[in-house]
């Protein structure tokens, strides 16, 4: 469906589809159930949410075979049939996601079956987040969530279900490069250290991350440098914050049994809602895990800094 995409055509757009769509009315009503706490983690709100029907996420296989094997969920012949889509920019479809974690959950998938990678991609997810005010933007790296690592897509969701804006109101950022109407910070006094990119054009912004971009590490094997990316419009244009990761689940990443949790983070998390399909997990998870989990999958201090030394 061609219409202009902003926040009153989403909002309209995704009540229509839960009218006519049970399954995912009845997984949307179920948020309103689920239990929530919050932790302080060394200054930083962290919401933690038992949402059990993310298990299809946080429990998905996404090695190589296990997404060779499956039929693609984001390619449009496989798309079940109540599930219809607004065009974007000719190159994307704005769809409702099934299996919500935000009260309004959007899954953005390109038109055709591409692997997920950013390099390219940043003015477009930009432009987004300046289409639709009050939602987040955000990008899963192919081993860092993506669970359609092998279709090109973002997900947006209702800004203020994150603690996101909050704490990086709160983080202390430092100038690492500005030109063009656009300023790449560093954020590294909080337990998650991230990097802010905010620009008065998507263009420049864009500009500023592929700067960005090839001053990260890349790990053997993959693609591109790992990360998470969230983005959403400000009052002068629109801020993007980047977390590099290095490492895709915690050690202690597992079906729930023994010692085990089933927590696989990915920008949700890193925007400051942790999501537990177990309630085990929900119960157990405290600001002293959280932390550990930002250890293991992200990057210290120093390893920031030496990316932003080397931005050119
Ligand atoms: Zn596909």
């Known amino acids: 469906m061609q219409v202009k995409i902003d926040t009153p055509a989403v909002e309209r757009f995704i ?11 009845k997984n949307f009503a179920a948020l309103d159930g689920v239990k929530v706490k919050t932790l302080d983690v060394d200054g930083m709100p962290i919401k933690v949410q038992f949402n059990p029907a993310r298990i299809v996420s946080s429990g ?3 090695d190589a075979k296990a997404v ?8 449009a012949a496989n798309r079940p049939s109540e599930q219809s889509g607004l065009d974007w920019h000719e190159r994307y479809t704005v769809l409702v996601n099934p299996f919500p974690i935000f009260p309004r959950h959007l899954t953005v998938p390109d038109t055709s079956h591409v692997d ?11 432009s987004l987040a300046a289409d639709l005010p009050g939602y987040t933007v955000f990008y899963n790296g192919p081993r860092c969530g993506a669970s359609a690592p092998d279709h090109m897509h973002f997900q947006a969701g209702n800004s203020d279900f994150l603690t996101l804006g909050d704490f990086v109101a709160a983080a202390e950022l430092r100038t690492v490069k500005e ?19 905010d620009a008065a054009k998507p263009e420049s ?3 500023m991350f592929e700067r960005l971009l090839r001053a990260m590490p890349v790990q053997e094997g993959d693609a591109e440098p790992m990360m998470n990316i969230l983005a959403y419009a400000t009052a002068d ?11 895709h689940r915690p050690s202690f990443y597992g079906d729930g049994s023994g010692d085990t949790m089933m927590i696989s983070p990915a920008s949700v998390d890193m925007g400051g809602v942790f999501i537990t399909p177990l309630e085990k997990d929900f119960e157990r998870l405290d600001a002293a895990l959280v932390k550990k989990i930002f250890d293991e999958l992200c990057l210290s201090k120093n390893e920031i800094n030496e990316i932003a030394s080397d931005v050119k």
């Open 15 to 25: 009540d229509s589809q839960l009218a006519e769509w049970q399954l995912a009315a």
């Open 60 to 62: 998905a296989k996404v």
């Open 68 to 75: 060779a094997a499956r039929p693609c969920f984001l390619c």
């Open 116 to 126: 997920q990678r950013i390099a390219g991609r940043m003015a477009d997810m930009l």
């Open 179 to 197: 030109s063009d109407g656009a300023r790449l910070s560093v954020a590294d006094s909080l337990p998650l250290k991230f990097f802010v990119i």
């Open 205 to 207: 912004g864009a500009a």
């Open 237 to 247: 244009g629109t801020r993007a914050v980047v977390v590099p990761r290095k490492r």
